[in-house]
C-alpha cells in the first residue's frame, strides 16, 4: 500500500469500473426518496477497486487548519441531523455554505431510524453566479459517495453522483449553469457497517484537483515563500564563506 506521501490523484468522474455510473438531471421533486433510490441502487451494483491506486489514509490529517470544519458529532441512532442534513431534513434547508476553491472537513456515521438503517449526508450550499465547470472531490477514511443537486430544495434535481472507496480521491464533476447547487458527501454503505463512520477532507474547485496533501495552501510554499527560501539559503552559503575564509587566514 502507496504512503501517504506519494499521492496520485485518482479522479473519477464515471465511476465506470464499478458498474456505477453518474445520473442526470431532471429528477425533481422528493429529493428524500431520490436519495434513497440512489442509496438501493449502490449497494446492489458489485464494486470493484484498482487496489494499485488505494491510499492509506492512517495519520492523514483530515482536519487541516485551512478547511472550515463542519462541527458535527456523529448522528446518533433515532437522531435527526440538524447542522446539515440539507433538503433530505425538510424545508429548514440545513446545509453549511462553501464558496469555490474553499476546503471542507467533516465526519459522516451510519445509524438507525427505528429499525431502519441510515447514513449520515452532510450538505454544503454553493450559489455560482456565472456557468462553471465544478469540480466536487472527497477524500475519506470511509466509503464516500459525492453528489451534486440543483436547488433549490422545493425543486431539487439531482445532477449527478459517484461512489467511491476510502483512501481513493473521488471527483465528480459538472458543467453548472448560475444558481444554487448542493455539494453533498455520504457513506456508501448504510447502518452500522463496516467503512460507514469516519472522517472527511472535500474541495470545491472549477479545474481537476490536485493530491488532497495539497489543499492547504500552506502545505507546498508560493512563489514569494520559495524566493524567500532561496533568499535564506543564498544568505547562508554567503555567511559560511566569509566564515571559511576568515578561519582559512587564521591558519595561514
Not at 487541516?64 to 446518533?76: K, L, M, R, V
Not at 456515521?109 to 462553471?132: C, I, M, S, V
Not at 466536487?136 to 464516500?144: G, H, I, Y
Request: hydrophobic share 40%; charged share 10%.
Amino acid at each position: 500500500m502507496k504512503q501517504i506521501s506519494y499521492f496520485s490523484v485518482f479522479t473519477v468522474l464515471l465511476f465506470s469500473a464499478s458498474g456505477i455510473s453518474a445520473q442526470n438531471a431532471g429528477q425533481g421533486g422528493d429529493i428524500s426518496s431520490i436519495m434513497t433510490k440512489i442509496q438501493h441502487q449502490l449497494n446492489s451494483q458489485p464494486r470493484i477497486v484498482n487496489n494499485h491506486e488505494r491510499l492509506d489514509p492512517t495519520g492523514f490529517n483530515f482536519f487541516p487548519s485551512c478547511a472550515t470544519h463542519e462541527g458535527e458529532a456523529d448522528i446518533p441512532d433515532n437522531g435527526v441531523d440538524f447542522t446539515d442534513g440539507g433538503c433530505a431534513v425538510g424545508p429548514a434547508n440545513l446545509s453549511l455554505n462553501i464558496q469555490l476553491d474553499q476546503c471542507v472537513s467533516g465526519r459522516c456515521n451510519g445509524y438507525t431510524w427505528f429499525g431502519d438503517p441510515r447514513h449520515d449526508f452532510d450538505w454544503y450550499k454553493l450559489e455560482l453566479a456565472t456557468t462553471q465547470t465544478v469540480y466536487w472531490t472527497c477524500f475519506a477514511s470511509f466509503d464516500p459517495v459525492v453528489y451534486i443537486i440543483q436547488g433549490p430544495c422545493a425543486t431539487a434535481s439531482l445532477v449527478g453522483y459517484v461512489g467511491g472507496f476510502a483512501g481513493i480521491p473521488l471527483t465528480y464533476s459538472a458543467v453548472l449553469a448560475p444558481g444554487t447547487y448542493y455539494l453533498v458527501i455520504s457513506p456508501y454503505s448504510v447502518g452500522h457497517q463496516v467503512n460507514t463512520d469516519g472522517d472527511y477532507l472535500a474541495k470545491v474547485t472549477t479545474a481537476p484537483p490536485s493530491p488532497p496533501a495539497t489543499w492547504c495552501a500552506g502545505s507546498v510554499p508560493t512563489l514569494g515563500e520559495w524566493g524567500l527560501i532561496l533568499l535564506a539559503l543564498g544568505l547562508i552559503s554567503v555567511a559560511s564563506f566569509f566564515i571559511l575564509k576568515k578561519r582559512t587566514t587564521f591558519s595561514v
